[in-house]
């Protein structure tokens, strides 16, 4: 059964950095791309970056363009979203997820995991 746990979520001040980390069992992590994406209260929940399957390829949202890096270690089954230069709007639930394609699609994704939450204090 594939599993993914979000954790590195925390409360940080504004200019500040967090590394949020998911690890995935079940052992699909090496055939699958890899996002993070995060939903605000009152909003839906919006893609932040993608990665494929090897780490060659990697896309981000607009926003956090040169902020945000996302990596992962295949043998660790383990993805990471490295968040730099912390704004009070990047506050949110973030859920890592699981997809046999590449792309920015919240659809194309079919394994979530329960998210970790991010505040960012100004």
């Known amino acids: 059964q594939v599993q993914l746990v979000e954790s590195g979520g925390g409360l940080v001040q504004a200019g500040g950095s967090l590394r949020l980390s998911c690890v995935v069992s079940g052992g699909i992590f090496r055939t699958v791309t890899m996002g993070w994406f995060r939903q605000a209260p009152g909003k839906e929940r919006e893609f932040q970056a993608v990665?494929?399957?090897?780490?060659?390829?990697?896309d981000y949202a607009d926003s956090v363009k040169g902020r945000f890096t996302i990596s992962r270690d295949n043998d660790k089954n383990t993805v990471y979203l490295q968040m730099n230069s912390l704004k009070p709007e990047d506050t949110a639930v973030y859920y890592c997820?699981?997809?046999?394609?590449?792309?920015?699609?919240?659809?194309?994704?079919?394994?979530w995991g329960q998210g970790t939450q991010v505040t960012v204090s100004s």
């Open positions: 990665i494929n399957r090897t780490g060659g390829n990697t």
């Open positions: 997820a699981a997809s046999l394609y590449y792309g920015s699609d919240a659809a194309d994704f079919s394994a």
